[in-house]
């Protein structure tokens, strides 16, 4: 009996129907960072899911959003050092992150991935949650590179996804 986080990857088929291409007993990444600031009770949630009770979770905000924080340096399997108000700490999530002497490296890992982390927005609507995001983003420093511009790319998926008689916006 499996109770842990699953992530899954679903594509939909010229047929409209989708189909599961990966299936992972891991929170999501992204979304990861996202939910863990985003949901006020996710402790309670996670804990009460493990014992087979479900609880609808309580999302800080209607909406959030996520840009990941690239640095070519990673790929290469180099440290990366980002810098970045204490005030904002809260939603830049760094992976392999560590604090050395007040500075803050991303250390290399095992996959030399490009993707270090992610900046995280919240707000009542869509265009708050990005706009967070790209306030946060002006304020990190460093050889970074941070996919706000995908927003507008994102948008028109939401859009699209009307067509599957699905509305989000």
């Known amino acids: 009996k499996f109770n842990g986080s699953v992530s ?3 594509r939909i088929g010229k ?3 989708p189909f599961m291409i990966d299936l992972c007993a891991r929170v999501a990444n992204p979304p990861g960072y996202l939910v863990m ?3 006020k009770n996710l402790p309670k949630v996670v804990l009460m899911g493990a014992q087979g009770e479900l609880v609808e979770p309580d999302f800080a905000s209607k909406w959030g959003v996520e840009a990941i924080i690239y640095a070519d340096a990673a790929e290469h399997g ?3 050092t980002v810098e970045f108000p204490k005030d904002v700490e809260q ?3 760094l992976r392999n992150h560590v604090v050395v002497n007040g500075v ?3 250390m ?4 030399h991935y490009p993707q270090i982390g992610s900046v995280i927005g919240m707000g009542e609507t869509l265009k708050e949650a990005e706009d967070m995001v790209r306030e946060i983003a002006d304020e990190v420093k460093g050889a970074v590179k941070i996919k706000v511009d995908s927003f507008r790319d994102a948008e028109e998926q939401l859009e699209k ?3 599957y008689k699905i509305d989000v916006l």
Request: net charge negative.
């Open 91 to 93: 939603f830049v999530k």
């Open 15 to 17: 047929d409209h129907k």
């Open 104 to 106: 803050h490296q991303v």
């Open 37 to 39: 600031e985003h949901t």
């Open 161 to 163: 996804l009307k067509e």
């Open 78 to 80: 180099d440290p990366v």
């Open 108 to 111: 290399p890992g095992r996959l």
């Open 8 to 10: 899954t990857e679903i």
